[in-house]
Every structure is written in structure tokens, then in C-alpha cells.
């Protein structure tokens, strides 16, 4: 239980909403400058943080610094202030805490007409570190490309690192790659394709080298269906872990997204019987609802079970309610109460509950 705490304790600062399907906006690029999403926003995006992702909002509000300083149009400027509240009962131990879990800035120049360069620089969870950076060619409207250290594409790109289906497949604080990646965008299908070079520190996701890649259709006026998939082998562990993810809006107003995964890993030494080869299959799905502009709830639900006869992977549960409310422009209000088992640590279910206040510019 105590990693689990920490690994929300030290979530990511890629700011994305792939709930944004619902208003018809299926891709990342619209609002991010990264393909994938997360990270520093274009101007476009920050236009639709005033139009529906706020309760209120004033025309230029969700610039830099609430409009107050005027950038150049060559740099975009972005950054996350986030502090974590969390009480947790496990049926063993229970805990409280408050935890401030980052204070990073992003900078997006663009020197030349199609090329950027970004890169994000902060404390995490008390450490300095810079965690994302990277060179990106624009090469037609469709077509770019980018090289450095960021996440390769994989599924739904959410900012909450503790989901199962980021954490367990590699996608959590700190796993980071060096990665070279090509992506085409239309107005009806996407494909981002990485080579994954390795970490460039000792223990980055155990300098995994490999490649992914990461398509989906766009249908209709508010659906995204696709599949993902990654191939790593590191020193100790060669995976592959493929699958579908969804992103729909029923409404302009409400939405499900969903994501399920098949994940193999063998150990690199076929002789070695402290990691034998074992498989697990693991899901994320969440139901969300506007109850008024920017104030959301929804529920969600996560799964992680050992596939075949080799129970390497222990049986973990997580679901329940949660609400986010964005006020303003670069205000975030996000809480969650999560009923989880994790056969790791317990057999019984326990209690989490944490709230998150998070400031952006």
C-alpha cells in the first residue's frame, strides 16, 4: 500500500483531458504541443480552457500568467503547481498527510516556422529534475516529428499516473524515455509510432529499449476508438502488452473512457526462476457527467488480474466516485473516494480518499 501512496503522491505534471471527446476533440495536438498530450499548451488550447473547460472566464484569462504578460509569439510558456491531501485506511494501517507534489514551468519556443523546442524543468516531490524535453519538426500540417525524453505513445494519455493502466505498464512517475517518434494527424484517423532508445539514467524504466506505436479512428462527432502497442526488453525483463482503448461522449455533456490490456513478460535469462514468465490483464474505465460548466463527477473503475495459471500478478481492484471542478482558467479542484484491494499488501478491501488542488500558468 505504501507504493501506491507514493505513486500518487508523485503523479505527473502532464496536464491533459481526454474527456475533451466530448466536445468533439479527439486529439492531443489540438490543445497541446505534444502529440500525445500533456505538457504546455498551444494557443488554441488555452481558447477552449475559457470556452467550456471553465466555470467562468474572461476573454484572456487563460494566458500565461492570467494575460498580465504578453510572450512573444514564438514562446509558449506553461507550468503546474499541484498539493496532494490523502487519507488512506487499509484495513492494517491508516494514515493522513497533505504533500506538496510539484512547482515546474514548461517553455515551447519555436525558433523556426517548424521547429520547437521544449523543455520542462521542476521539483518533484522535493527532488529538481528535468523530466521532459525535446525537439519537434513540423513538417506538413499532418505530418511531424520529435526526438528526446518523454513517454512513447501508449493508450489514453491521462494525467492520473496511479491508474493501473499507467503504472502497471510502465507509464508512471519517472519512467520517462529517450524515444524518437514519428505521428500523422488527419481529421480522421491518427498514427504515432516511437523507437525507444532507453533511459538516459540508471533505473529509467529499467533503460528498456523497444518501439511503439499507437493508432486510432475517429467516428462520428465525439468517438475515438484505437489500439496500442509496445514491445521493451531491458536488463531484466523483455514485455509486450497490447489493446483497445475508447473515448466517447454520449453527450456534449457527459462521456465514458475505457482501456483494456494484455501484458507478457519474460525475464531475459530464460534460467532465471526469480522472475518467471507470467501475463496480466488490466483495464481503466471512467463514466463522467457536467453537472454545470468546468464541475464534473464521475465514477470510475480499474482491474488487474494474472492471465492463465501463473499468478505472478496479484489481484487488485480500484473504484468509486470523484468530482473536478476547474473554477477559473489555471484552478483545479480534483477529489476522488476509492474503495481498493490490493492482494499485495491485503486481501480486504480498504478506504482512499485524496484531493488535489492544482494551479497551472
Known amino acids: 500500500m505504501r507504493l501506491l501512496i507514493l505513486s500518487i503522491l508523485f503523479s505527473s505534471s502532464a ?15 489540438t490543445c497541446h504541443v505534444s502529440v500525445t498530450g500533456g505538457g504546455v499548451l498551444n494557443e488554441y488550447g488555452r481558447r477552449l480552457e475559457e470556452e467550456f473547460m471553465a466555470t467562468w472566464a474572461r476573454e484572456g484569462e487563460a494566458d500565461f500568467l492570467h494575460g498580465s504578460v504578453k510572450l512573444p509569439e514564438s514562446l509558449n510558456v506553461g507550468g503546474d503547481v499541484r498539493f496532494l491531501s490523502i487519507k488512506n ?3 492494517i494501517t491508516e494514515t493522513q498527510t497533505g504533500f506538496p507534489m510539484q512547482a515546474d514551468i514548461e517553455l515551447a519556443w519555436t525558433p523556426l516556422e517548424k521547429l520547437t523546442i521544449v523543455g520542462a524543468f521542476g521539483a518533484y516531490s522535493g527532488q529538481s529534475s528535468s523530466r521532459r524535453y525535446y525537439l519537434r519538426y513540423q513538417f506538413t500540417d499532418n505530418w ?7 513517454y512513447p505513445a501508449f493508450g489514453l494519455a491521462n494525467p492520473d499516473h496511479s491508474l493501473l493502466s499507467r503504472r502497471l505498464l510502465g507509464f508512471d512517475e519517472h519512467q520517462e524515455n529517450m524515444n524518437v517518434e514519428a505521428a500523422y494527424t488527419s481529421e480522421t484517423f ?3 509510432a516511437d523507437v525507444i532508445a532507453g533511459g538516459e539514467e540508471e533505473g529509467d524504466q529499467e533503460r528498456e529499449q523497444g518501439y511503439s506505436t499507437r493508432a486510432s479512428t475517429f467516428i462520428g462527432k465525439r468517438t475515438s476508438l484505437g489500439l496500442s502497442y509496445i514491445h521493451g526488453k531491458g536488463p531484466v525483463w523483455e514485455r509486450d502488452a497490447f489493446g483497445p482503448f475508447l473515448m466517447m461522449g454520449f453527450t456534449p455533456n457527459s462521456y465514458i473512457l475505457s482501456e483494456i490490456y494484455y501484458q507478457n513478460k519474460k525475464p531475459v535469462e530464460s534460467d532465471d526462476l526469480s522472475t518467471p514468465e507470467h501475463a496480466a490483464l488490466i483495464t481503466s474505465s471512467k463514466v463522467g457527467y457536467d453537472i454545470f460548466q468546468g464541475f464534473q463527477v464521475f ?12 499468478e505472478y500478478v496479484r489481484r487488485q481492484r480500484v473504484y468509486g466516485p470523484g468530482i473536478q471542478w476547474i473554477p477559473r482558467p489555471h484552478f483545479e479542484l480534483y477529489g476522488r473516494l476509492d474503495r481498493r484491494l490490493d ?3 491485503s486481501k480486504d478491501y480498504g478506504y ?6 492544482h494551479y497551472w500558468f
Open 352 to 357: 482512499q480518499a485524496l484531493l488535489v488542488s
Open 343 to 345: 492482494e499485495n499488501y
Open 15 to 29: 496536464w491533459s483531458f481526454p474527456e475533451t471527446v466530448r466536445r468533439g476533440y479527439f486529439s492531443c495536438a
Open 299 to 310: 465514477a470510475s473503475f480499474e482491474s488487474a488480474d494474472s492471465s492463465g495459471d501463473k
Open 89 to 91: 485506511d487499509n484495513q
Open 190 to 192: 491518427e498514427v504515432v
Open 144 to 150: 511531424q516529428a520529435r526526438a528526446g525524453r518523454f
